[in-house]
């Protein structure tokens, strides 16, 4: 059949299984969405406030299906207001494909209106992009996209698309979807090289990242640990990988992470390192880090292997298949000096563990949870709020926490608790802070116009706080333009967008406050009173190592 190059971006993304993409319009992209018109009953579009939020809405409901989330926008502003929402995507390593519209290719080079080398911007934060010019080459480039977004790590793929091509006609063939390429194992001498390594060890620590989670691994590393005898931390990347709830399970790792999580990965003398890159929030002062244990390092990504900590064993290859070769070979065991080290951490914990009564952080927290259900997603923004989530939100099912973890955007979370709204059909909570909220609150009107059934819990402490913490303790309390003192009803601003809200200062009335919210079709923000100077604890110090690890303030 002759379609326009409009028509076949839009007919291929039905052919791709998606069913749902967000968007702006603009002048040099009308030609698609006019094709969205037409298959408006085949394909959804949502229709962000800004860019920006789009493209966080097509990483939330990326990261909550595991498929690739598309974001449409036009030329000039309309491409650069995405740049964020990919570097969010790339940071993460979430599979994304952003179409945009450009001038008329006559026209490119010569500064017309809203022209922009947006491919160019973007070669740094993307898995690849292109610039389509010939409309003959369209449907394969948008289905080379998707395949190169979803294989070997995942990430942001950008497809930018001239007027004339839009407007120009070709054959077009439907297709079935692409299949990503065949995941495969490490090689075989490299896993026998763990293999040995890991059977040596008398206290081993299984640490795992995003990668647990893209490779669908949970179930490996469980019976890895369950034979031997290991415990299992965490990234913050790898939250939700394995229910928070398991026995084994420590909690995330790092700068904000559990204590028993950081000191047992700390004391440990074999790291096995499964989808993860060992940033600076993990490791502290490198040449500090974990001098007694030998590292063993899985991951798609060759690139990552050693890079930024020196392994014993590097092994390339996707994490699922390479523990799946590797099970047979590890030697079943039982570590009861290493238990009884770990099980001191863990009483440490529980003894630094703020108990106190009221609307504390924690106490927040936790009153949420008995609201989550299994499927759930919890989407944050950035700040003390992400870290208070990452270390007391009970997860249940993977692909349920959704957070910036490599970029740490702040304003990422409206956009993407939208995503994941979508992507799962369920009421989607987002966590976040005054200061992260102010940055793209206009996706209040998104949240509404689509009746999405969202629970804004804003823990509110009229300061940037993490910011603020570090000044308090770092900057001899310096605190430059950290005091936010803005007069924002927040109640009031939901329900001028046509939401509803309350406000909670106690623990009694964020109950009910709770109770309105999961009782709502529509959006519900709920303004969580938190004290300014809160801290999020524990804490490593910036260039610290875990033997400096703060649990109290005094310490």
């Known amino acids: 059949m002759l379609l326009s190059g409009a028509d076949i971006v839009v007919r291929t993304l039905i052919d791709q299984g998606c069913d749902v993409v967000f968007g702006y319009p603009g002048g040099q992209i009308l030609n698609v969405y006019d094709s969205l018109y037409k298959y408006q009953n085949e394909l959804t ?21 595991g498929r690739p989330g598309v974001v449409i926008a036009t030329s000039g502003p309309g491409a650069t207001n995405l740049v964020t ?15 945009t519209g450009n001038v008329p290719s006559t026209q490119v080079g010569t500064d017309s209106f809203q022209e922009i080398d947006i491919t160019g911007v973007t070669l740094p ?25 979803m294989s070997g790590r995942p990430g942001p793929v950008l497809i930018d698309v001239p007027k004339d091509i839009q407007i120009a006609k070709c054959e077009y063939e439907p297709k079935a979807p692409v299949v990503t390429e065949e995941r495969k194992a490490a090689k075989e001498i490299r896993i026998r090289q763990a293999a040995e390594i890991i059977n040596k060890a008398q206290r081993p620590f299984i640490y795992f990242g995003g990668g647990a989670i893209t490779s669908d691994a949970a179930d490996e590393i469980i019976a890895l640990a369950d034979k031997l005898d290991a415990p299992m931390g965490c990234s913050f990347m790898g939250l939700s990988a394995i229910p928070t709830a398991h026995p084994r399970f420590l909690g995330m790792q790092g700068m904000h992470g559990h204590y028993a999580s950081s000191m047992g990965m700390h004391r440990s003398d074999c790291i096995i390192a499964l989808g993860n890159r ?22 798609v990504d060759g690139a990552e292997l050693g890079k930024n900590i020196p392994v014993a ?14 099970l047979p070979l590890i030697e079943e065991k039982t570590n009861p000096d290493w238990q009884s080290e770990l099980a001191g951490f863990k009483k440490e914990e529980i003894e630094a563990l703020d108990q106190r009564q009221g ?8 009153a949420l949870n008995r609201f989550l259900g299994p499927n759930t997603p919890v989407s944050t923004d950035v700040g003390q709020h992400q870290m208070w989530a990452g270390q007391y939100t009970e997860l249940k099912t993977k692909r349920r926490f959704i957070s910036s973890g490599g970029l740490g ?31 793209t609150l206009q996706e209040m009107a998104t949240a509404v116009s689509y009746k999405v059934p969202l629970v804004i819990f804003l823990m509110n402490n009229g300061v940037l706080g993490m910011v603020r913490q570090w000044q308090t303790l770092f900057y001899d309390q310096h605190y430059s333009n950290t005091i936010l003192d803005r007069k924002t009803d927040f109640v ?36 969580c009173a938190i004290d300014k100077d809160e801290f999020v604890l524990p804490m490593l110090p910036p260039g610290g190592s875990m033997d400096d690890i703060i649990t109290r303030i005094g310490d």
């Open 125 to 149: 934060i993307t898995k690849h992009n292109y610039f389509v010019s010939d409309v003959r080459e369209l449907q394969d480039t948008i289905r080379e996209a998707f395949e190169l977004a």
């Open 359 to 366: 609307l504390t952080p924690r106490r927040a927290i936790l």
């Open 409 to 439: 955007t702040m304003g990422f979370g409206m956009g993407a608790s939208i995503g994941a709204a979508f992507g799962t059909r369920e009421r989607s909570v987002l966590v976040t802070g005054d200061g992260s909220f102010g940055m």
């Open 45 to 65: 579009h949502v229709l962000a406030a800004h860019e920006q939020g789009a493209a966080h809405a097509a990483d939330g409901y990326a990261r909550v299906t």
């Open 313 to 326: 064993v590097g092994l390339r290859g996707d994490l699922k298949k390479t523990l799946e070769a590797l």
């Open 85 to 99: 929402g990919i570097a969010t995507a790339f940071m993460d390593s979430v599979p994304m494909v952003a179409i």
């Open 278 to 299: 060992f940033n600076d929030r993990v490791t502290g002062n490198k040449a500090k880090f974990a001098k007694g244990a030998q590292i063993v390092q899985i991951d």
């Open 492 to 527: 009031q601003l939901a329900r001028a967008f046509g939401a509803d809200g309350a406000k909670a200062s106690t623990l009694e009335e964020l109950e009910d406050a709770l109770q309105q919210a999961f009782s709502t079709d529509g959006p519900f923000l709920i303004d």
